[in-house]
């Protein structure tokens, strides 16, 4: 009688840092970035895939971690938004976001730097309502989002 | 995108080298924006038990059986408990109620029944958040269905289930409210304009971040340390205490940084006792952190309010003489932190209009829906909605121009302080020059052509103001109109600033604050008096209760920090610079006070400049090299300050008094052009005039403001906690409940003017929860559109599409229902 898998040993790389973990295969990436990995910079807000608090990239692409299982990045490679600042230095869109009050609690923001840099990444010279597309996917509930737009844009100049 | 007006304020302007007033970046973002904040559910500890909450399906049963049992034998689980053990091991809360509703037994978990879909009956912890979750679905619980009340109109008809026997009937609380002379005011009115029902929807701000708490228990002292993102630990603490029956010393309150609270983040208490007990029960640290669909059934909503048999007294030219009205409060199931919603609202009893005579009589039943708790803009918004509705319905039945119906009622700024006919004092403020300023920003003087361009176009374009105020810093009296019984009284806040040994200078506040940026305009203050850079003053990121720098009512919540913890923070450091010069005379060999001057991070005198002791040498004296200093000195540069507010108790049998110390006013002018085929409708053109008075930070204002009218957007167009006739919550995560995103955005220009508050010790007044003002501005933009195209009533605070497009197919019956009769 074969008997259910229910976890599996993964290797993922995260800012540069590889991880070989045995994870539940029912686990979130993003809990397992939270709660295993101790990377606590990436957040949940809605369990639901709207809100894009958890926004990583992956292998290239923006994905919303608590949208995908933990065992699906195995060997992948992925950024979050502890890996964005050159040491003590932060990188211009974090700079942008500083100096445009484009966050106040703070709670959405590494979700909305990774959008953002994967937007700027795809399209360096964004318009108004490309930067609105680029950025549909994360809730923002304290800013009302403008200067959030003001910040991208002049990470983009 | 956004556009700042050049105001011309009344402020003096500030000296080049003072850091209020300019918009110093934010100390907080360095950490935020490279995700180092520190966030309840960030916070970790060895063996910690993950807990998830059973929920109860129905919205009103009785329950007949719990069985923990098979949940307890699963591998991974520490341990449940339920409401069963809850009620043996404490007492009820406290309630705020007089009677009926200071008669509920409300306690952390359901005990014996259930009141609404979602509340929380059985915990169960176990060593992560899956395996939680999984024991939870062994939890054998059963129900006995009652029927459901979801709709307030009818809480009180014969034969509807009784939710609390112990109030026995859903009746709550009830008060009148009376000012002026009503008779004599309806008597002198040539119209009187009556208004059938006007309706306030249920919603709430949704933080990102949802509730939450890591808790130990440390048995060898019978203290819990509480990790948690509750916004107002005094008010958590004397909650829990007495019904954990243990000092509020026990409970040591923990926060750093909040993601978001807007209010709703009060009333975590049943949930934080729950932790606590298990904590101790199972002696280890357990974790809670809140599913959205948990916080969207179960957290503080607003308060839904109807206003019914609205009589307005007017005369012909448009002048508000009063009103009366029957409001009805929508709690919930539970009061959580209600009825103070049934005063609240007086803060701003007339709005920003001269009426003197005014009668509310004011009702709050219970429902199975969620319990209502404070909401940005708690209770204010709903009565400040309903004013500006009465002003817009009375303008287009009487066709005067909703702007000249303003201008003729708002109260004047050569009346200020005016007091209210309730005896509140709005301090300051020109609401007509911010109006014309609002109206210049989106162009008003060329409305007409664009309105014959958007018809051109097959869209009909209306234009609507919201003008409202956001009064803050509460006087805690006010709590005696709902129940004389309470010992509230006032408001306070602390603050500490110490010179450390090696000079630096340490701020610790007795706030929570959720990104309201207080780490930075606390330190501009600091900064002005010590005469020293923001970047040298150092401020305790959150609060910690153990710090001994918190008071009765610390917390961030009701638009109070820039006067309560800002003075605080004031008093503080001018206690310190004082207690630097006196230590300063005496190392200089007896120099009086009077000679001395802080300056570039040091003390020195006056006509002496080279006679100059650095704030290191101060702080290394006293800390450390303290042999030799006079006996009487009375220096410790570690400076406690606590900031009261000037407030009497209000008298309890007229409903009379001060209730708020500062009004912050708030002017929104909204633009829509509907689409008459669909009643889908965009913000063509937004305008925000705020004035909070002194601004220490005009960037971070600017943030409150811009945050603010978002939520207002959102409320006004989407946001509604439905519920269908059984008491099942229809929008109970983000895909229902939808709150704006970077599309829903309109164009924004903004705008500011000051008027300092002369009762605040650096002239501000509180701000951040606005008014609800785009709530306002897009209800009368929408009848303003539909004018001429059906004329109906706007009776409703929220306006999807689809309301639009019955108001214009049916406006009789979509709309509200109007008549107007000669005195």
Request: with cysteine.
């Amino acid at each position: 009688m074969s008997t259910v898998t229910t976890s599996r040993s993964i290797k993922v790389t995260i800012n540069g840092t590889t991880y070989e973990r045995e994870v539940e295969a029912r686990k979130l990436l993003i809990h397992f970035i939270r709660d295993d990995l101790d990377l606590t910079g990436s957040h949940i807000g809605c369990d639901t895939g709207n809100c894009g608090a958890c926004s990583v990239i992956v292998d290239g692409s923006l994905v919303k971690s608590c949208m995908l299982l933990a065992v699906q990045a195995d060997g992948a490679t992925v950024e979050t938004v502890e890996g964005l600042a050159h040491g003590d230095e932060l990188n211009k869109l974090q700079q942008a976001f500083k100096d445009h009050h484009a966050l106040q609690c703070g709670y959405c923001t590494p979700g909305m730097l990774m959008s953002a840099t994967a937007l700027l990444r795809a399209n360096p010279h964004p318009s108004e309502d490309e930067i609105k597309k680029g950025l549909q996917g994360n809730i923002c509930r304290c800013t009302g989002y403008w200067n959030i737009f003001e910040a991208v844009k002049a990470a983009s100049e | 995108m956004s556009t700042t007006t050049a105001p011309e304020t009344t402020e003096v302007e500030a000296p080049a080298q003072d850091w209020k007033g300019q918009s110093v970046p934010r100390k907080e973002d360095r950490r935020l924006v490279q995700g180092q904040g520190v966030f309840v559910d960030d916070v970790k500890r060895h063996g910690m038990g993950y807990i998830h909450f059973v929920r109860s399906p129905y919205a009103h049963a009785h329950i007949t059986s719990i069985d923990v049992s098979q949940a307890e034998e699963m591998p991974g689980v520490y341990g449940t408990l339920t409401g069963e053990e809850v009620a043996a091991l404490t007492d009820p809360f406290f309630q705020i109620s007089s009677v009926p509703g200071a008669n509920l037994k409300d306690y952390a978990l359901a005990v014996g029944k259930v009141r609404y879909v979602g509340e929380a009956v059985v915990a169960v912890v176990a060593e992560t958040r899956e395996r939680a979750r999984d024991a939870s679905e062994l939890v054998e619980i059963e129900y006995e269905p009652l029927a459901a009340i979801t709709d307030a109109r009818h809480a009180q008809d014969d034969g509807v289930p009784t939710i609390h026997d112990d109030a026995g009937g859903n009746l709550m609380w009830h008060g009148t409210y009376e000012w002026g002379d009503l008779d004599a005011a309806f008597a002198e009115a040539d119209k009187i304009v009556t208004i059938d029902e006007l309706h306030f929807h249920r919603f709430n701000s949704t933080p990102l971040e949802c509730d939450g708490a890591l808790v130990e228990y440390n048995r060898g002292v019978g203290q819990w340390t509480i990790h948690t993102n509750n916004q107002f630990p005094g008010f958590a603490a004397i909650m829990m205490g007495p019904a954990m029956r243990t000092g509020l010393d026990k409970l040591r309150f923990v926060t750093q940084d909040i993601g978001g609270g807007f209010g709703n983040k009060i009333t975590s208490h049943p949930q934080l006792v729950a932790c606590c007990l298990l904590a101790r029960k199972l002696g280890r640290a357990v974790q809670w952190t809140e599913w959205r669909t948990d916080f969207h059934m179960s957290m503080s909503h607003g308060n839904e309010r109807w206003f019914h048999e609205t009589e307005v007294a007017v005369k012909s030219d448009g002048t508000l003489l009063g009103f009366r009205t029957k409001a009805l409060d929508d709690a919930g199931a539970w009061l959580r932190y209600e009825p103070l919603g049934g005063v609240i609202w007086a803060q701003v009893t007339p709005g920003m209009y001269k009426w003197r005579n005014i009668r509310v009589d004011f009702t709050q039943v219970a429902t199975n829906k969620a319990p209502v708790s404070p909401n940005r803009g708690y209770s204010r918004m709903q009565h400040l909605w309903f004013t500006e509705r009465v002003i817009d319905i009375v303008a287009k039945e009487l066709d005067i121009d909703p702007v000249e119906m303003r201008k003729r009622n708002y109260i004047k700024t050569e009346d200020m302080p005016y007091e209210t006919p309730n005896g509140c004092v709005y301090d300051s403020g020109d609401y007509a020059r911010m109006l014309d300023i609002g109206l210049e920003l989106i162009d008003y003087a060329n409305i007409d052509q664009r309105r014959l361009e958007a018809t051109a176009r097959g869209k009909l374009l209306g234009v609507g103001i919201g003008s409202t105020l956001d009064s803050g810093t509460n006087n805690f009296g006010q709590s005696r109109m709902i129940n004389s019984e309470l010992q509230f009284s006032g408001n306070n806040e602390v603050a500490t600033v110490k010179l450390d040994i090696f000079g630096e200078i340490v701020v610790t506040l007795g706030t929570t604050p959720q990104g309201q940026g207080h780490e930075t305009t606390a330190a501009q203050v600091v900064a002005d008096i010590l005469k020293c850079s923001v970047d040298d003053v150092h401020v305790r990121a959150g609060h910690d209760s153990y710090w001994n720098s918190h008071a009765g009512f610390s917390g961030t919540y009701a638009s109070q920090f820039a006067v309560t913890g800002l003075s605080a923070v004031k008093g503080a450091t001018d206690l310190l610079a004082a207690e630097i010069k006196k230590l300063a005379g005496a190392v200089f060999g007896g120099v009086p006070e009077e000679a001395l001057e802080l300056a570039d991070g040091g003390v020195r005198i006056k006509d002496n400049p080279d006679a100059f002791l650095p704030f290191m040498a101060c702080g290394a004296i006293i800390n450390a090299n303290n042999a030799g200093l006079p006996e009487d000195l009375g220096v410790t540069l570690n400076c406690r300050y606590v900031y009261r507010p000037p407030f009497e108790v209000p008298d309890i049998e007229r409903k009379f008094g001060n209730l708020t110390l500062t009004y912050a006013t708030q002017i929104h002018v909204a633009v829509i052009e509907i689409d008459p085929e669909t009643g889908a409708y965009d913000i063509v053109d937004y305008a925000a005039v705020d004035d909070c008075g002194k601004r220490i930070n005009p960037q971070i204002v600017e943030g409150q403001v811009m945050g603010a009218t978002a939520h207002a957007l959102g409320a006004a167009t989407h946001e509604h906690y439905a519920y269908d006739e059984d008491g099942n919550l229809l929008t109970p995560n983000f895909y229902d409940y939808h709150v704006p995103h970077a599309l829903d955005m309109p164009p924004l220009k903004t705008a500011a003017t000051e008027s300092p508050s002369p009762f605040t010790p650096l002239g501000t007044k509180g701000m951040g929860e606005g008014g609800g003002a785009g709530i306002h501005a897009i209800c009368a933009a929408v009848q303003d559109a539909l004018r001429g195209h059906g004329d109906a009533i706007v009776s409703d605070s929220c306006n999807p599409y689809h309301r639009v497009w019955e108001m214009l197919q049916a406006p009789a019956e979509a709309g509200g229902r109007v008549s107007v009769v000669d005195a």
